[in-house]
């Protein structure tokens, strides 16, 4: 089923509408000539951090008023029937996916990296355990691939499906249902 033509268009963000104003302006300047997107998108983001919080207002109540727009007629919108409704839902009781070797690793020495690296980011956290996970030998390595085995076998033993035998399942019902249907139409 394809994208319903009478939903609402989504609510556009300031920096949406900065951007819009932007190639506007472009347009206006430099007529009929084509534009490098990764070129103008990084110049339209520089102009952006640059700007100060009084300039960006006018582009921060644009998107207000669009968000106010959006949700009206959101209100008013009726899905068809038989839309999926969104994302699925996932099982509240289903339990954790065990984590890899290379994660029981990052959970042993994160705090070591931090400790060693005060103030440092997130992301450079990760890309530090990163690295040092690189240059672990497969020995070393050893001890939380075990770890991550354990937990991965613990977590099978629970009982939840994984995908391969959930899809099998699926295979076999769909297989049962149609011999099921087709036995039934030709007794008929």
Request: aromatic letters at 12%; one cysteine or more; charged letters at 35%.
């Amino acid at each position: 089923m394809g994208k319903d033509p009478n939903k609402p268009r989504g609510k556009t963000s300031s920096y949406a509408f900065f951007v819009q104003t932007c190639r506007e302006e472009h347009k206006k300047k430099h007529p009929g000539t084509s534009v490098n997107f990764a070129e103008f998108s990084k110049k339209c983001s520089e102009r952006w951090r640059t700007m100060s919080a009084k300039e960006k207002t006018k582009f921060e109540d644009m998107a207000k008023s669009d968000k106010a727009r959006y949700e009206r007629e959101m209100k008013n919108y009726i899905p068809p029937k038989g839309a999926k409704g969104g994302k699925r839902k996932k099982d509240p009781n289903a339990p954790k996916r065990p984590p890899s070797a290379f994660f029981v690793f990052c959970s042993e020495h994160r705090p070591k990296v931090k400790s060693d690296h005060p103030g440092i980011s997130i992301g450079d956290v990760a890309k530090k355990l990163g690295e040092m996970w690189a240059k672990q030998t497969s020995k070393d390595k050893a001890p939380f691939e075990q770890k991550a085995a354990k937990l991965k076998e613990k977590y099978e033993k629970v009982g939840w499906p994984t995908l391969v035998s959930w899809l099998a399942f699926q295979f076999q019902t769909s297989l049962y249902t149609h011999a099921h249907t087709s036995a039934c139409r030709s007794f008929y």
